[in-house]
């Protein structure tokens, strides 16, 4: 599924070959999937899309915002598949949940092999969809600081006990952040998944803040992770350390043997010797 770096590395992708491109119609995908929630029926979204200019996209979250300009601006989130951009005469996907054609021949497809939502809102109105509506600070935004790290740990320290894991993955606490890249956060602060955060020291949070803010900008640079591709199919660049691959290998910083447990809802890898 695409977390926060990926959806970052699309935007600016969309960025520089989308701007400008008058829409010459839509669709709302051309396979049924039960689990792609729609905020209007497919032949709704045609109409009001069509003749409509792209503008300039932005991620937050866990979801992509491409202006439709005038008037309104499309979302895509929660997406575990593909955003394409096809040049003129490509081939689009034989299956897809959403479609944007242009006048110019060239489109723009989403796929999901799970589950994703779609919304086409009227410009002001996209940060009252669920799951973007009072979203938190990112950990690209420039509010995402250490003292405002601080806060919300003691915030999700009083709403009950939580772990580390728990305050990177659950309820989107830290928006974006998804079990993938939660494992290489925690290996590099060097914490257990199930470590209390109340246990932790404050040169501890320091850690882990750094963590957080450095892996996330580390996937940005390489273009996202190597299990996902952009929005021109390529692969990103960025190797996870804790993941399915690295199971019963050598930890890259001390040699034991990395392991593996479910936790939380998803499994967790990490070094038994290094992570407390």
Same mark, same amino acid.
């Given at each position: 599924?695409f977390?926060?770096p +990926?959806?970052t590395?699309?935007?600016a992708?969309?960025n520089?070959?989308?701007?400008? *491109?008058v829409?010459a119609g839509?669709?709302l995908?051309n396979?049924p999937h039960?689990?792609v929630?729609?905020?209007r029926?497919? @032949?709704?979204f !045609?109409?009001?899309?069509a003749?409509?200019?792209?503008?300039p996209a932005?991620?937050e979250?866990k979801?992509?915002?491409l202006p *439709? +300009?005038p008037?309104?601006?499309?979302?895509v989130? @929660?997406?575990?598949?593909?955003?394409?951009?096809?040049a003129s005469?490509?081939?689009?996907?034989?299956?897809?949940?959403?479609e944007?054609?242009? &006048?110019t =021949?060239?489109a723009? &497809?989403?796929t &999901?092999?799970m589950?994703?939502?779609?919304h086409?809102?009227? #410009?002001g109105s996209e940060?009252e969809?669920?799951y973007?509506?009072d979203m938190r600070?990112t950990?690209v935004?420039?509010?995402?600081?250490?003292?405002?790290?601080g806060? *919300?740990v003691?915030e999700?320290?009083q709403?009950?006990?939580?772990?580390v894991? =728990?305050l990177? #993955?659950q309820e989107?606490?830290?928006?974006?952040?998804g079990?993938a $890249?939660?494992? /290489? $956060?925690?290996f590099r !602060?060097?914490?257990?998944?199930r470590r209390p955060?109340? +246990?932790?020291?404050?040169?501890q949070l /320091?850690g882990?803040f #750094?963590? $957080? &803010?450095g892996t996330?900008?580390?996937v940005i640079?390489?273009?996202?992770?190597?299990d996902?591709?952009d929005l021109?199919?390529?692969r990103g660049?960025?190797?996870r350390l804790? /993941?399915?691959?690295?199971?019963g290998?050598?930890c890259?910083?001390c040699?034991t !043997?990395?392991?593996?447990i479910s936790y939380?809802?998803g499994?967790?890898y990490?070094?038994?010797?290094?992570?407390?």
């Amino acid at each position: 599924m695409f977390e926060l770096p +990926e959806l970052t590395v699309i935007a600016a992708q969309m960025n520089d070959l989308l701007p400008g *491109l008058v829409v010459a119609g839509g669709s709302l995908g051309n396979s049924p999937h039960k689990f792609v929630w729609y905020d209007r029926p497919s @032949e709704e979204f !045609a109409g009001l899309v069509a003749g409509l200019r792209a503008g300039p996209a932005w991620a937050e979250g866990k979801w992509l915002f491409l202006p *439709l +300009e005038p008037g309104y601006v499309l979302l895509v989130g @929660e997406w575990g598949g593909s955003i394409r951009y096809h040049a003129s005469g490509e081939p689009l996907p034989a299956k897809r949940h959403l479609e944007l054609t242009f &006048t110019t =021949g060239a489109a723009l &497809t989403a796929t &999901t092999r799970m589950w994703g939502g779609v919304h086409l809102c009227e #410009t002001g109105s996209e940060h009252e969809v669920a799951y973007v509506k009072d979203m938190r600070p990112t950990p690209v935004d420039e509010r995402f600081d250490r003292r405002y790290f601080g806060e *919300l740990v003691v915030e999700a320290q009083q709403a009950g006990k939580r772990s580390v894991k =728990g305050l990177l #993955t659950q309820e989107q606490l830290v928006p974006g952040l998804g079990n993938a $890249i939660a494992q /290489d $956060i925690m290996f590099r !602060a060097r914490l257990h998944p199930r470590r209390p955060l109340a +246990e932790l020291s404050e040169e501890q949070l /320091d850690g882990l803040f #750094t963590a $957080i &803010t450095g892996t996330v900008r580390d996937v940005i640079a390489a273009g996202g992770r190597d299990d996902e591709r952009d929005l021109v199919g390529r692969r990103g660049g960025y190797v996870r350390l804790m /993941d399915a691959r690295a199971a019963g290998r050598p930890c890259p910083a001390c040699g034991t !043997a990395v392991a593996k447990i479910s936790y939380l809802g998803g499994a967790c890898y990490f070094c038994p010797a290094c992570q407390e």
